[in-house]
């Protein structure tokens, strides 16, 4: 029985389409403006999303795995979508490490692309992530929890902002009576990294980071930094009109006209002039 296809209608939110595959019990990948769910049987198996770490930068980022088990697990497995399965068996990675770092990753990969639930633009059946079955999780769980979360994060800060923007230290005095974990987030922030960069440096998951986060801008410590506005630029006063340019009978340098000629007219006006001349 082949998978069944659902194409997405226009506007149609991420989850309702998510939920009417998971009732289909669809193989493949959701496309939405900010990742891609990853679809086996009806069940969520992978989300991505630009924003996040991937589960490779968390793994080597923490000294949970060398770089060089990540590629090479890829370059062994990654055609075959076993790269998981490879960790292990390869002794690299335990099997509950890899099955732990992979939920931490979906569920904040998932947040991101369902926070705001915008519009689901593809669903390509029968597509695989290559990391291949680590854990399979149901679509009403991962919709629920990325429900808690933003509820959660909204309660400690309501501006999501927060979220995706660099963000820029504001001096304080609360700055000195930190957690440790709050202050260590902190002194990630530095007017250029977002929330997901200061997750990857700190080699954390990116919601625990938000939480910090967002904790450190209720207290007023941290602030987005506002995109730059372009300043229109003012166009200089037309120069008046030049008077008609005057023909001499005399050979000569061509009048300069008031708008360059193309290359090819300029050839044959050289070429008329040297021809007058002679």
Same mark, same amino acid.
């Given at each position: 029985?082949?998978?069944?296809?659902?194409?997405?209608?226009?506007?149609?939110?991420?989850?309702?389409?998510?939920?009417?595959?998971?009732?289909?019990?669809?193989?493949?990948?959701?496309?939405?403006?900010?990742?891609?769910?990853?679809?086996?049987?009806?069940?969520?198996?992978?989300?991505?999303?630009?924003?996040?770490?991937?589960?490779?930068?968390?793994?080597?980022?923490?000294?949970?795995?060398?770089?060089?088990?990540?590629?090479?697990?890829?370059?062994?497995?990654?055609?075959?979508?076993?790269?998981?399965?490879?960790?292990?068996?390869?002794?690299?990675?335990?099997?509950?490490?890899?099955?732990?770092?992979?939920?931490? *990753?979906?569920?904040?990969?998932?947040?991101?692309?369902? $926070?705001? !639930?915008? &519009? #689901?633009? @593809?669903? +390509?059946?029968? %597509?695989?992530?290559?990391?291949?079955?680590?854990?399979?999780?149901?679509?009403?769980?991962?919709?629920?929890?990325?429900?808690?979360?933003?509820?959660?994060?909204?309660?400690?800060?309501?501006?999501?902002?927060?979220?995706? *923007?660099?963000?820029?230290?504001?001096?304080?005095?609360? $700055?000195? !009576?930190? &957690? #440790?974990? @709050?202050? +260590?987030?902190? %002194?990630?922030?530095?007017?250029?990294?977002?929330?997901?960069?200061?997750?990857?440096?700190?080699?954390?998951?990116?919601?625990?980071?938000?939480?910090?986060?967002?904790?450190?801008?209720a207290a007023g410590l941290v602030t987005p930094v506002a995109p730059l506005v372009p300043v229109p630029s003012v166009a200089p006063p037309s120069a008046p009109a030049s008077a008609p340019a005057t023909v001499?009978?005399?050979?000569?340098?061509?009048?300069?006209p008031a708008l360059p000629d193309e290359p090819e007219t300029a050839l044959l006006r050289r070429l008329l002039h040297a021809l007058e001349a002679l």
């Open positions: 029985m082949s998978t069944p296809t659902r194409t997405p209608r226009s506007g149609e939110p991420a989850s309702a389409l998510l939920g009417t595959l998971a009732a289909q019990g669809a193989t493949g990948a959701l496309s939405t403006e900010s990742g891609i769910v990853y679809l086996a049987a009806g069940h969520v198996v992978h989300v991505e999303s630009a924003v996040t770490p991937d589960l490779g930068d968390l793994l080597t980022h923490s000294g949970a795995l060398a770089p060089d088990g990540w590629w090479e697990a890829i370059d062994q497995a990654g055609r075959r979508c076993r790269v998981g399965r490879q960790l292990v068996d390869s002794g690299h990675l335990a099997a509950g490490a890899l099955e732990l770092c992979h939920l931490g *990753a979906l569920f904040d990969a998932a947040y991101f692309v369902l $926070a705001h !639930d915008g &519009p #689901a633009l @593809r669903f +390509r059946p029968g %597509a695989a992530h290559w990391l291949g079955a680590v854990r399979s999780v149901p679509v009403d769980t991962v919709l629920r929890e990325s429900r808690r979360r933003r509820e959660l994060l909204q309660r400690i800060w309501p501006e999501p902002d927060v979220d995706r *923007a660099p963000l820029a230290r504001v001096p304080g005095p609360g $700055a000195r !009576d930190l &957690p #440790a974990r @709050r202050g +260590r987030t902190l %002194a990630q922030v530095d007017g250029v990294r977002t929330a997901a960069q200061i997750a990857m440096t700190l080699a954390c998951r990116t919601f625990h980071t938000l939480v910090e986060l967002r904790r450190l801008a001499s009978a005399e050979p000569g340098p061509t009048p300069r």
